[in-house]
């Protein structure tokens, strides 16, 4: 008797975010460098800059540039998705990877998200919940029509799966 495997293919997503995204990590990155250098710059110049909080000051401007110089490529490089009849597939993360298989099967929802400098670049977000205690499964840095795509793309093929995602 042969058994037939009903596991998942495990292989890497095969498409890429969009290349704005690029645009949207710098921007987020340095929009922290600043959030933490603006409080440093003005306590400095009120208290008559003593030099440790220069220094602080100088690293936290370095860092932040240096963040959106470098990080941006890396997540790029990395970040990939995909939906097959079978599953939504993502890869994300620079430090910690995390690839995550969702069953189309478990899927709950699907959600698209635009945040205002998201917006600007015409990007979107598409969240995926899932009936997993893992959470849901974001893709993060789509063109804002491809989003929109793919929410449509993955509502008609759970409602087209036979389950009820729990």
């Given at each position: 008797m042969q058994t037939v495997s009903t596991a998942l293919?495990?292989?890497?997503?095969?498409?890429?975010?969009?290349?704005?995204?690029?645009t949207w990590w710098r921007l987020r990155g340095l929009g922290v460098a600043a959030v933490v250098a603006v409080p440093q710059l003005v306590v400095a110049l009120v208290l008559g800059g003593p030099g440790w909080l220069w220094g602080t000051l100088v690293a936290t401007v370095v860092m932040g540039v240096g963040y959106a110089a470098v990080v941006p490529e890396i997540l790029f490089r990395i970040?990939?998705?995909?939906?097959?009849?079978?599953?939504?597939?993502?890869?994300?993360?620079?430090?910690?990877?995390?690839?995550?298989?969702?069953?189309?099967?478990?899927?709950?929802?699907?959600?698209?998200?635009?945040?205002?400098?998201?917006?600007?670049?015409?990007?979107?977000?598409v969240t995926v919940t899932t009936a997993s205690a893992r959470g849901p499964v974001s893709i993060r840095g789509l063109a804002t029509a491809e989003a929109h795509e793919l929410a449509r793309q993955l509502t008609e093929t759970t409602q087209a799966t036979p389950g009820d995602a729990t």
């Open positions: 293919p495990l292989r890497p997503p095969a498409h890429r975010v969009d290349p704005r995204a690029r970040h990939r998705w995909e939906i097959t009849d079978e599953a939504v597939y993502t890869l994300s993360g620079w430090l910690v990877r995390e690839w995550r298989i969702a069953p189309i099967s478990r899927v709950q929802t699907v959600d698209t998200e635009h945040g205002p400098l998201q917006q600007v670049l015409g990007l979107a977000s």
